[in-house]
Structure formats: structure tokens, C-alpha cells
């Protein structure tokens, strides 16, 4: 089976509040290669974006500083999920766009 690069999801994370962004469906791996923050409420402020399992944090793998001076944030890089890992995003003082691309695997790595 052909490994190509994907959309994730793109969805809009409200200000104040973290937002599961995506979870892993049974069956599959996922490997997060890309994300791109953009600020919808115009407020500025920090984004996080993470990995959870079993309710704690697996990695913090996409931080913005500042969305007031940079409006726009890219993150590259490799994250592995397996089923059942949840994709949240957290923005305190704005609403933000996450688009998030990379690799749906069918399987479970090991």
C-alpha cells in the first residue's frame, strides 16, 4: 500500500477551552508531519497543540509564542499516534485554525 501525505483535519479550536482536535481511529497509526496554527480571532495570544493518552499528556509538539506579532504559525516535524490517541488543541486567548497533515497507516505499529 502507497505511504502518501494527508489532511488530518482542519477545524477551528475556540479561545479558552481545549478542543479535541482528532483521535486516532481503531486500526490505525497516524503520523503527524505538519501543522499550521492561524489566528481567527484576530486577539493574539499563545496556541498549544498536544498528544494525550489515557488522559496525560504524550507530547507537547507545537507551540506558538505569540499569535499577536505572528499571525501564523508551521510546525514540521514527526509524531507517531496509535488508536485511541487524541490530538488537542488549546488557544487562551484567541480562536485558531489548526491544519493538521501527515500519514493515516492502516495497522497498529508495534
Same mark, same amino acid.
Given at each position: 500500500?502507497?505511504?502518501?501525505?494527508?489532511?488530518?483535519?482542519?477545524?477551528?479550536?475556540?479561545?479558552?477551552?481545549?478542543?479535541?482536535?482528532?483521535?486516532?481511529?481503531?486500526?490505525?497509526?497516524?503520523?503527524?508531519?505538519?501543522?499550521?496554527?492561524?489566528?481567527?480571532?484576530?486577539?493574539?495570544?499563545?496556541?498549544?497543540?498536544?498528544?494525550?493518552?489515557?488522559?496525560?499528556?504524550?507530547?507537547?509538539?507545537?507551540?506558538?509564542?505569540?499569535?499577536?506579532?505572528?499571525?501564523?504559525? %508551521?510546525? %514540521?516535524?514527526?509524531?507517531?499516534? %496509535?488508536?485511541?490517541?487524541?490530538? %488537542?488543541?488549546?488557544?487562551?486567548?484567541?480562536?485558531?485554525?489548526?491544519?493538521?497533515?501527515?500519514?493515516?497507516?492502516?495497522?497498529?505499529?508495534?
Amino acid at each position: 500500500m502507497p505511504t502518501r501525505t494527508a489532511v488530518l483535519g482542519a477545524r477551528l479550536a475556540p479561545a479558552g477551552v481545549p478542543f479535541v482536535f482528532a483521535t486516532v481511529p481503531a486500526g490505525q497509526t497516524w503520523i503527524a508531519k505538519s501543522a499550521f496554527v492561524n489566528d481567527q480571532g484576530g486577539l493574539g495570544g499563545q496556541c498549544f497543540v498536544w498528544v494525550s493518552r489515557s488522559g496525560g499528556i504524550v507530547c507537547i509538539f507545537a507551540y506558538t509564542g505569540d499569535l499577536t506579532t505572528i499571525p501564523f504559525f %508551521e510546525w %514540521e516535524g514527526w509524531v507517531v499516534a %496509535e488508536p485511541g490517541d487524541v490530538f %488537542e488543541v488549546y488557544a487562551p486567548d484567541t480562536d485558531c485554525v489548526l491544519w493538521l497533515s501527515g500519514t493515516k497507516l492502516i495497522g497498529v505499529a508495534s
